[in-house]
């Protein structure tokens, strides 16, 4: 209750207040105490997570086997079982990691991600050439941006929608950007990277979201007709950006890797929708290889193709 009332205190403030400040800080302690905890007792918690999630409240259940089916329609029940429950344990687990972002050091975050291949993108960085790039739900989508820019080599720019709650939406963006990753929302993707034109940077794009039905490109995405985002492939071919893939896997427990994979040099040489289909294409490879480490919650089908007139 107590928490409750701060958090409408906190909409009803403005700003720039000292007050507001100060409550958010306040507010943000349980999370701030999440992220000092080890590792192991970190785990412990996601465990219990996972089990009274799965287990006793079945949170999105339905969604997530539902999605699970239909992306693998020939698996038994106990192959769409075993996916959902390593994908329950695997998103409490990024959950909670996403709070050692307030908590951590550079060399201790450094340690918890490998980009095993940064020389594909030697050539972008010796000619300081700008570009995108393309990545989904995969492991720890947090953690990644921030791991990517302790390398140094370019200045990572990220992509996100604003949240209404103004203390989450601050408490985000100070996660996110402690690191210096730099970021933006989507409604401001193509004015700031306008301004940014002549700095060298790396814009990074989660692109297996969900569109509206009618401005979307469609395609056949896990087996399914699947509505797609193509703003990433429109900005990358206005700036004449190449576009670089990541590849991103879980080895184990709290370790992600990301390889790199360019999709093209120039992505106004392409063929419309070039970008768009490939880089489905290999997130649906990276799925299959590793289903569990992506986000079956997120209600992806919920619109049908609209019929052809």
């Known amino acids: 209750m107590f928490l409750g009332a701060i958090g409408i205190l906190l909409s009803a403030l403005n700003e720039t207040c000292f007050l507001k400040k100060f409550l958010f800080y306040i507010y943000a302690i349980p999370f701030f105490v999440l992220g000092m905890l080890p590792y192991p007792v970190l785990y412990m918690f996601s465990n219990l997570l996972y089990y009274l999630a799965f287990y006793v409240i079945g949170y999105r259940k339905k969604v997530v086997y539902g999605n699970i089916r239909n992306a693998f329609p020939t698996y ?23 709070f050692k972002l307030l908590t951590c050091s550079a060399k201790e975050l450094y340690k918890k991600g490998v980009y095993p291949n940064f020389e594909v993108i030697q050539p972008f960085i010796d000619k300081k050439q700008s570009f995108i790039i393309l990545t989904g739900h995969m492991g720890n989508w947090e953690w990644l941006p921030s791991i990517w820019h302790l390398e140094k080599t370019v200045q990572i720019c990220g ?17 996110r950007t402690r690191m210096g990753v730099h970021l933006f929302t989507m409604e401001n993707t193509l004015r700031e990277m306008v301004a940014q034109r002549n700095e060298f940077t790396a814009t990074g794009f989660i692109a297996d979201q969900t569109p509206s039905a009618q401005n979307a490109h469609w395609l056949t995405f896990l087996n399914q007709d699947t ?43 392409t063929d419309d929708f070039y970008v768009t289909n490939i880089f489905h294409k290999k997130l649906e490879k990276d799925i299959i290889h590793q289903p569990e480490i992506w986000l079956w919650s997120h209600r992806r089908w919920k619109h049908k193709r609209p019929a052809k007139d």
């Open 159 to 175: 992509i996100y929608h604003k949240l209404s709650s103004p203390f989450f939406e601050w408490l985000t963006f100070k996660m």
């Open 76 to 98: 038994t029940e106990q192959q769409v079982e075993a996916i959902a429950k390593k994908f329950y344990k695997h998103l409490f687990d990024v959950f909670l990691e996403t």
């Open 227 to 269: 509505p797609v985002f193509i703003g990433a492939e429109k900005i990358a071919k206005k700036f004449k950006y190449p576009v670089v893939y990541c590849h991103v896997t879980k080895p184990r427990r709290g370790y992600y890797e990301c390889r790199l994979e360019v999709l093209c040099d120039d992505a106004s040489t």
